[in-house]
């Protein structure tokens, strides 16, 4: 008799164990796509995911909304206005939000290039929205300093040219000399012993080249001168 109620105990205590376990254990649930067994807590996590506002399928949108749709049209009407800026294509637009947007940048635009033409940051005063007006200042000055870069580099080429023909219309090897720019230095030397070459008739005159590369070049260029006469 006693070791009946023993077995029995043993066997009670076993059963106890086994549904606790079973309690603890989450079930699986089988999953939409590949039919694996998920954990019931992944669900919930990814939720949170979305109701925080974080990426879903590579794009994050604000909670609550959805992504606004514009027809091909409208996008069509709005890069024909852009392109033209013709304002009359935004009208075009049926999206009321779209063709304010569509108005304000044209009237934008205008106002950019007109500041742009002009090169005066103060016209980009007439945008209301500050990022865009610092966006139009900005560019204003760029295209300033550009146009100052590109006036000094004229100026510089004005006077290099002036420089050589000084020097190829008085042979005079010095004038080359006071280049500042390499290349040109090369050049205007070569020049003024080429003509000079040919005007004598005569490769002799390339031995006042100040390097024997360039008298080299020097001679070549009057043999093939000469060869093409």
């Known amino acids: 008799m006693q070791k009946t109620k023993t077995h029995l105990l043993i066997i009670s205590l076993c059963a106890l164990a086994v549904l606790a376990a079973c309690e603890t254990v989450p079930a699986p649930i089988s999953s939409p796509q590949d039919g694996q067994p998920v954990n019931q807590s992944q669900p919930a996590e990814n939720m949170k995911k979305l109701d925080a506002g974080e990426e879903s399928n590579g794009q ?113 090897l010095s004038a080359c000399a006071s280049l500042e720019n390499q290349n040109a230095r090369i050049d205007c030397e070569l020049n003024v012993l080429v003509n000079s070459a040919r005007s004598a008739d005569d490769t002799a005159a390339c031995s006042r080249a100040s390097s024997e590369e360039i008298k080299q070049a020097c001679e070549q260029e009057v043999r093939q001168i000469g060869a093409a006469d």
């Open 60 to 172: 994050t949108l604000p909670i609550g909304e959805e992504m606004p749709l514009v027809s091909a049209a409208d996008q069509a009407a709005y890069g024909g206005a852009l392109q033209l800026m013709d304002v009359s294509f935004c009208e075009k637009i049926s999206d009321q939000s779209f063709k304010t947007q569509c108005r304000t940048d044209i009237a934008n635009k205008t106002i950019e290039d007109k500041a742009l033409e002009s090169l005066d940051q103060s016209v980009c005063d007439e945008i209301s929205n500050q990022d865009v007006r610092q966006a139009c200042r900005i560019a204003v000055e760029v295209e300033k300093q550009s146009a100052e870069q590109e006036n000094e580099r004229l100026q510089v080429t004005a006077e290099m040219e002036s420089r050589m023909k000084t020097a190829l219309d008085n042979d005079d």
